[in-house]
C-alpha cells in the first residue's frame, strides 16, 4: 500500500526550500549578494535529501520528478500527486514570504518577491536556453547520483552543490528557477510580469529534467546497482 508520508514530505520539503532559498534573496539579496542566496539554496537541498530522502526521495521540485518518471521509476499516478504536494508547499511558503513583506514590516529586497522574470538581463530566448541548461544539470545530477548504490550516503553533497551553482550563474539573469513550483509560488503572489511569464519557467525546467531523463542511463552503467533516493522511494506504484 502507498505510504501517503511520501506526499506529506513531498509537500514540507517544498516548502522549506522555497521559503529559505527564495527568503533568502527577498529578506537578504543585498546585505548577502548573490553568493548567500545560492548557498541558501544549496545548503537547504543538501539539508532536505537527509531529511526527506529516505521518505520520498526529496524530489521537491516538478522538474527532478519527471526525470525520475521518464526514467521508469515512479507511476504517472505518483507523480501527479508530487506535483500537486510540491505545488502546494510552494504556494505556502511563498505566501508565508509575502505575509512578511505586507504585514511583518520586511523589506522585500528583490522588489519582486523573488520571482522569476526576463527582460532586464536576459531575453526570452535567452531565459529559455539558460533554464533548460541549468535544469538539465541539476536533474542529471540528481538522476545518475541516487542511481548509483555506491553514491547514495553522499548523494546529498553533489546535488546540493549542483544546485547552488546553477543559482550562481542564474540568479543575476533571470533570478534561477530549475524548479518550476519555485517559480509558480512567489509568482502566484506577486502577479503582473512574473504571473505573464511563469510559463517559461515551467516549460523549460521540465523540458531539461526530460533531456536529463534521456542522457542519465548513458553515464550510468549497464546494470549498475543500488537504488539511491529517488528510485528507492518513487519505485511503488500507487
Known amino acids: 500500500m502507498d505510504d501517503p508520508r511520501r ?28 553568493v548567500v542566496v545560492a548557498l541558501a539554496f544549496g545548503f537547504t537541498m543538501l539539508a532536505l535529501v537527509y531529511t526527506m530522502g529516505p521518505l520520498s526521495g526529496s524530489h521537491i521540485n516538478p522538474a ?11 507511476s504517472p499516478l505518483g507523480a501527479v500527486a508530487y506535483w500537486i504536494a510540491q505545488f502546494a508547499g510552494a504556494t505556502v511558503a511563498a505566501f508565508v514570504i509575502w505575509a512578511l513583506t505586507r504585514w511583518g514590516d520586511v523589506e522585500d529586497q528583490t ?14 530566448g535567452g531565459a529559455a536556453v539558460l533554464e533548460t541548461v541549468l535544469t538539465f ?32 550563474v542564474g540568479l543575476t539573469l533571470d533570478g534561477t528557477s530549475v ?21 517559461v519557467f515551467i516549460v523549460f525546467p521540465l ?10 542511463p548513458l553515464i550510468l552503467r549497464p546494470g549498475a546497482g543500488g537504488r539511491g533516493p529517488a528510485e528507492r522511494v518513487a ?4
Not at 506526499?7 to 548573490?34: D, K, N, P, T
Not at 522588489?111 to 526570452?124: C, E, K, M, S
Not at 519505485?235 to 500507487?238: F, H, V
Request: charged fraction near 10%.
Open 64 to 74: 527532478v520528478t519527471l526525470g525520475v518518471l521518464l526514467s521508469g521509476k515512479i
Open 7 to 34: 506526499y506529506v514530505a513531498e509537500f514540507l520539503g517544498s516548502l522549506l526550500l522555497i521559503f529559505f532559498g527564495v527568503g533568502s534573496a527577498v529578506f537578504a539579496r543585498v546585505q548577502g549578494g548573490v
Open 235 to 238: 519505485t511503488p506504484r500507487p
Open 179 to 199: 524548479n518550476p513550483a519555485r517559480s509558480f509560488g512567489p509568482a502566484l503572489f506577486e502577479g503582473g510580469a512574473a504571473l505573464r511569464q511563469l510559463w
Open 137 to 168: 544539470l541539476f536533474v542529471l545530477v540528481v538522476l545518475v547520483v541516487t542511481g548509483r548504490g555506491e553514491h547514495a550516503a553522499f548523494a546529498g553533497v553533489p546535488i546540493g552543490l549542483a544546485l547552488a551553482a546553477a543559482h550562481l
Open 111 to 124: 522588489g519582486a518577491l523573488g520571482t522569476n522574470g526576463y527582460g532586464a538581463h536576459i531575453n526570452l
Open 207 to 216: 523540458l531539461g529534467g526530460a533531456l536529463a531523463a534521456l542522457v542519465a
